[in-house]
């Protein structure tokens, strides 16, 4: 897809897929965010989903620019089988945070580095699900 599209047409390079998955992340430790969450490990909610990055909804307000490690499994039940692919250990760059109304943050994350093996199970993952 072109990233000069016009109004009302799609600028993302990757097709989303709307999620509801568990996630976990770390900030990277070079970020001043780390200090003030120490060195846990934080759970939130993947949204959505796209072989270039994701969205999550954390209770955290991690600012643009926060290196993250992430790490999750992707699985679809369809009425004969569940198939999962992953565990997944993604690093990902916060390029967007808005606050949202019940202390919650929806982060938009682009991917930074990706093992070809997870980038290629979630693209099997999106086409899959389509």
Same mark, same amino acid.
């Given at each position: 897809?072109? /990233?000069?599209?016009?109004?009302?047409?799609?600028?993302?390079?990757?097709?989303?897929?709307?999620?509801?998955?568990? %996630?976990?992340?770390?900030?990277?430790?070079?970020?001043?965010?780390? /200090?003030?969450?120490?060195?846990?490990?934080?759970?939130?909610? /993947?949204?959505?989903?796209?072989?270039?990055?994701?969205?999550?909804?954390?209770?955290?307000? %991690?600012?643009?620019?926060?290196?993250?490690? /992430?790490?999750?499994?992707?699985?679809?039940?369809?009425?004969?089988?569940?198939?999962?692919?992953?565990?997944?250990?993604?690093? +990902?760059?916060?390029?967007?945070?808005?606050?949202?109304?019940?202390?919650?943050?929806?982060?938009?994350?682009?991917?930074?580095?990706?093992?070809?093996?997870?980038? +290629?199970?979630?693209?099997?993952?999106? +086409?899959?699900?389509?």
């Amino acid at each position: 897809m072109s /990233m000069n599209a016009g109004p009302g047409q799609e600028r993302r390079a990757f097709k989303r897929l709307r999620v509801n998955l568990a %996630i976990v992340f770390r900030v990277d430790k070079t970020s001043k965010t780390r /200090m003030q969450i120490e060195n846990q490990e934080i759970r939130a909610t /993947m949204i959505d989903l796209s072989e270039g990055g994701l969205s999550i909804l954390t209770n955290h307000d %991690i600012p643009e620019g926060s290196l993250l490690t /992430m790490k999750f499994t992707l699985f679809k039940v369809d009425s004969e089988d569940v198939s999962f692919y992953g565990p997944m250990d993604i690093i +990902g760059e916060v390029k967007y945070h808005h606050a949202l109304s019940n202390n919650e943050y929806r982060l938009g994350i682009v991917f930074k580095k990706v093992d070809t093996q997870d980038r +290629g199970e979630i693209a099997n993952f999106i +086409g899959n699900s389509a």
